[in-house]
């Protein structure tokens, strides 16, 4: 079965747009109730809730089965380097526009061949350095350091970028033995553990519209997740892999509308590089590519994954 969906681009393609869609609705469900909400509450209920979601994943027959694990240690460096993507992630939203927001998260891919060069020990071809060169200048040209207009948060955000990069390849080094709900299991099992600790001194009770939005967000992100993963199952991560940036078109769109932001012109020059390198970045390398940062937050996909089916 698997072969046949390596054969359905445009399906793979529907999917990542719709997942996309979603996970820019995550951002700016998250931007609106951090006005209400600080940064470790938001954190924390995201977990909670999509923790709440994914259980049922977890067939009841034999749980044993799909949580036990020989690699739990990369499981936790995953899990807290998306967990501290996510807190960045969500800070940045909170504090700088939400297009700029998912333009240094989705820097992630060029930190990617960096970090597994360094870890993994993978080649880094010549097109995927002029490319991860030319996607440092696109990030350049959205903190605008010197220009008297450069946000401290801004580079908060590109910590998520390089925080989920880790994520990332963290997950690429358990696939081979992991499988994706194991992966996800972990993760929103630690991160919500982790995040609960500052709510000993950051702890707000939320009003009921707050709750009804994070509930909201928690069920965006785990359907964004997943809609994401199933694309990547439909056709290579190199065909629908691009399809991933449109979150930064989504965001900017919701940007506008409901906030009235808009990027200047060195930030749409910034938008472009990125993209086109970050494009270049997960085609040419020369393993298996990964998918951009996605955050639904802190929770990317790679493209050798496949989700499973809710039952």
């Given amino acids: 079965m698997q072969g046949a969906y390596r054969n359905q681009p445009l399906a793979g393609a529907i999917s990542v747009i719709c997942a996309s ?9 998250v931007k609106s109730v951090s006005t209400s909400l600080n940064n470790e509450m938001v954190v924390f209920l995201r977990n909670l809730f999509v923790m709440i979601c994914v259980l049922p994943w977890i067939r009841p027959i034999r749980p044993r ?20 993507a996510m807190y960045c992630f ?17 820097s992630s891919p060029l930190f990617i061949p960096i970090i ?14 002029v490319a991860i060169l030319t996607g440092f200048l696109g990030v350049l040209f959205i903190l605008k350091p010197g220009f008297g207009i450069f946000q401290p948060a801004a ?19 358990m696939s081979p033995t992991e499988p994706a709900i194991r992966i996800l299991f972990y993760f929103t099992l630690v991160s919500t553990l982790v995040s609960a600790i500052p709510l000993t001194w950051a702890w707000q009770t939320p009003d009921s519209s707050a709750l009804l939005s994070m509930a909201l967000l928690g069920t965006l992100a785990t359907a964004g997740q997943y809609l994401l993963t199933r694309g990547y199952s439909f056709a290579p991560a190199a065909q629908v892999g691009p399809f991933t940036y449109t979150n930064v078109v989504f965001a900017t769109l919701i940007g506008w509308m409901y906030w009235a932001e808009t990027l200047d012109a060195l930030a749409w020059i910034g938008a472009a590089l990125i993209c086109i390198a970050g494009i270049i970045a997960s085609r040419r ?15 990317p996909s790679p493209g050798n994954e496949h989700p499973p089916s809710p039952k």
Avoid: K, Q
């Avoid at 590109?158 to 080094?173: D, K, P």
């Fill in 21 to 29: 869609l979603l996970i820019a609705l995550v951002g700016a469900l």
């Fill in 65 to 84: 089965s799909n949580i036990r694990t020989t690699c739990f240690r990369l499981h936790l460096l995953r899990s807290l380097a998306g967990l501290f």
């Fill in 90 to 106: 969500f800070y940045a939203v909170s504090r700088i526009p939400l297009s700029a927001a998912f333009l240094l998260l989705s």
């Fill in 116 to 129: 597994a060069w360094i870890w993994l020990r993978e080649p880094v071809a010549a097109p995927v350095r």
């Fill in 155 to 173: 580079l908060v955000g590109l910590g998520a970028g390089i925080l989920s990069a880790m994520a990332m390849v963290t997950i690429r080094r």
């Fill in 285 to 299: 390398s020369h393993s298996p590519p990964v998918a951009p940062a996605t955050i639904d937050s802190g929770n």
